[in-house]
Every structure is written in C-alpha cells, then in structure tokens.
C-alpha cells in the first residue's frame, strides 16, 4: 500500500483532490481533499476522512449526520495527482441535503444516457421515496403497506410475465417484466439490498 501511496503527487499543501463516486448509480456525489493521514485513516476504516481546507483538521464524513461513505475502491488518475473513490453512500451527500453536492446544472444532454443507466436511476428514485415520502406515490404506498404487501405484488407480477410469455406477446412480456423489476427493486430498498450486492452474488456465479 505505500509503494501506492508514494507514486502519488500530493499539492505543496499535502493536500490531493478526492472525486468521491457513487459505486451503484455512478453519480458523481462530492470533491474534496485529502491528506495522507485522511487517505490512511479511509483505507483503514472503509469509509471517507477529508482535510478541511478552512478548519485545518481532518474530518469524517457522516460523523454527525449519519450520512457515511463505505468505501470500495479507491483509484488515482494517469497524472497520480487526483483520487477517485468508489463508495456506496448511506445518506445524502451534499450538506444542503441534497444527494450529490452537484445539483446545480449548465448544460444537459441526457439523450441516450437515461436509458443506459435506468435500472441504477431507478432504484435510486425508489430509495429516496422512502426517505422522504411523497404523498400519492405508489411507492411510497408500498412502503407503507409493508413486507407483506410487496411480496404479493411480486406474486402478482410474476404470474403476470408467465401469461404474457404463453399469449406470445413480446410487447406483453416487456411490460409485465418492467413491473416485476420495478416490485423486485422496492423489495430491495425495503430489505437494505443495494444493487452492488446483486452484482457481485451474479459475478460470483459468472465466474464459477
């Protein structure tokens, strides 16, 4: 791990910029800096130190709001002078307490791009719901109903796949499997699944 840290070019305050990334949806959540002491204390504790530029100390994020970072990779740029770290994040990351400290838009071509990153987007919009309920939302009805009800819909949306599958309908079976999908992501927020999870039981297997 030294050997890593020693290739890296630190500013002539100590200090290197830290890009820290949502791992599942790949949303960029927050910049800050680290110094050496705060990029040991993340490796060693899996979860995000900075060095407050203001303040001069170092500080840990989610210390006091509960919105920690769990670390699960971290690499650094070809110029070895920026990080880039991978986390699954368990709050809000901005503290205005909005998700990403980059809300505030110049430009956006989403062509293309909301299609690629649907099943991540998606349930990202199914945990905020249950964060911050939203009245008449039907996720947020879910929620409310519970376990029991979530599991009856999946029940449901299953048996509805099976019928599209034998009427040989194929737009049939694309809409009833989006339904699924949809009721098997709540099931997920609901029990504290994140799609990193599912990810790595499917690479496991993969590679088995």
């Known amino acids: 791990m030294e050997n890593n840290l020693s290739n890296l070019q630190f500013d002539d305050r100590g200090l290197i910029p830290a890009i820290i990334q ?3 949806t ?3 959540l927050m910049l800050a800096y680290m110094n050496r002491e705060a990029l040991l204390k993340t490796i060693e ?3 995000t130190w900075f060095y407050s530029r203001s303040r001069k100390q170092l500080w840990n994020k989610g210390e006091t709001s509960g919105n920690y970072q769990i670390v699960k990779k971290i690499s650094y740029d070809c110029d070895k002078d920026a990080l880039l770290v991978e986390v699954v994040p368990m709050g809000n990351a901005c503290h205005t307490g909005e998700e990403t400290c980059f809300f505030s838009t110049i430009l956006q071509d989403m062509e ?3 299609k690629k990153e649907i099943l991540p987007m998606l349930y990202a919009r199914i945990q905020h719901r249950k964060k911050n309920p939203v ?3 039907y996720t947020n009805y879910l929620f409310e109903k519970g376990i029991d ?3 009856k819909k999946i029940g449901e949306e299953s048996s509805e796949v099976i019928i599209g599958a034998k009427n040989e309908s194929k737009s049939e079976v694309i809409y009833e499997i ?3 999908i949809y009721h098997i992501l709540v099931l997920m927020v609901e029990k504290g699944i994140d799609m990193e999870e599912i990810k790595t039981e499917l690479h496991r297997r993969y590679n088995q």
Do not use: R
């Open 26 to 28: 790949g949303k960029v």
């Open 45 to 47: 504790s899996k979860k």
């Open 149 to 151: 009800k979530i599991l």
């Open 112 to 114: 293309g791009y909301e």
């Open 178 to 180: 989006s339904d699924l």
């Open 22 to 24: 949502d791992i599942v």
């Open 135 to 137: 009245e008449g939302s």
